[in-house]
């Protein structure tokens, strides 16, 4: 069990950019989230999958994001044309079938928009 | 609304003292679960603590004590003899079910600074 892991765990791009995120959560977890974090807030709920199966998307996403699980396993979330609202922490958490409130959090990708 | 409230958003305090750290939730939920996190400048979050709102037993963790109260709707989070090690922002956090799915509500955290 090596935990969940994000990739990167900083990026730095340009306004207007397109940037892509990984998640890998614990491999016999079934439940998958993902969770913006701005300076001095809790983190936000942006979207959950269970298996491959995108269940909701928060209305903090915008059109611009969009997130993947394709194999039920690890979870993409790609943002088209960077703002730089969207500089946050982005966190993955994973749960598994047994424990859906068993959480797991990974170290998040910082995210810097300039 | 289904919220948490962390009324504190700052606390200073000196090593070996006890410090404790409010949270105040609402739920329209009968049966809900109430976490505390801890995310270190590193920016994990660290899982401390869940508790189910049936279970309304006080708990102790080495230095760390859990106080869940129903009739207040709190679950307040307290650190005895508190080392710099500590040193963190805490969330408290609450599962809420909406849209179909259930998903962690968070408070606005509080950062907790032990100075030696």
């Known amino acids: 069990d090596t935990g969940v892991s994000q990739d990167p765990r900083h990026k730095i791009t340009k306004r207007g950019q397109n940037v892509t995120f990984r998640c890998d959560p614990i491999?016999?977890?079934?439940?998958l989230y993902w969770y913006r974090q701005t300076l001095g807030q809790g983190p936000e709920f942006l979207t959950y999958?269970?298996?491959?199966?995108?269940?909701?998307k928060s209305r903090l996403l915008s059109d611009r994001f969009s997130a993947e699980r394709p194999k039920g396993s690890f979870s993409t979330l790609e943002i088209q044309r960077t703002e730089q609202g969207d500089s946050a922490m982005y966190l993955c958490?994973?749960?598994?079938?047994?424990?859906?409130?068993?959480?797991?959090f990974g170290s998040g990708t910082r995210l810097t928009v300039v | 609304a289904q919220k948490v409230t962390q009324a504190q958003t700052e606390i200073s305090v000196v090593e070996k003292e006890d410090v404790t750290l409010d949270c105040v939730y609402e739920?329209?939920?009968?049966?809900?679960?109430l976490f505390w996190y801890k995310q270190p400048p590193s920016g994990e979050l660290v899982f401390l603590i869940r508790?189910?709102?049936?279970?309304?037993q006080n708990e102790i963790s080495g230095r760390y004590s859990w106080n869940f109260q129903k009739s207040t709707s709190s679950f307040n989070f307290t650190i005895t003899a508190s080392q710099v090690v500590d040193s963190a922002v805490y969330f408290c956090?609450?599962?809420?079910?909406?849209?179909?799915?259930?998903?962690?509500?968070f408070g606005k955290g509080m950062k907790l600074t032990v100075n030696p």
């Open positions: 958490a994973s749960s598994p079938p047994r424990d859906a409130y068993g959480y797991t």
């Open positions: 491999s016999e977890h079934n439940r």
């Open positions: 999958f269970q298996n491959e199966a995108q269940l909701e």
């Open positions: 739920t329209r939920d009968t049966t809900y679960y």
């Open positions: 508790r189910n709102s049936f279970d309304e």
């Open positions: 956090a609450l599962v809420i079910t909406q849209g179909g799915s259930e998903k962690l509500v």
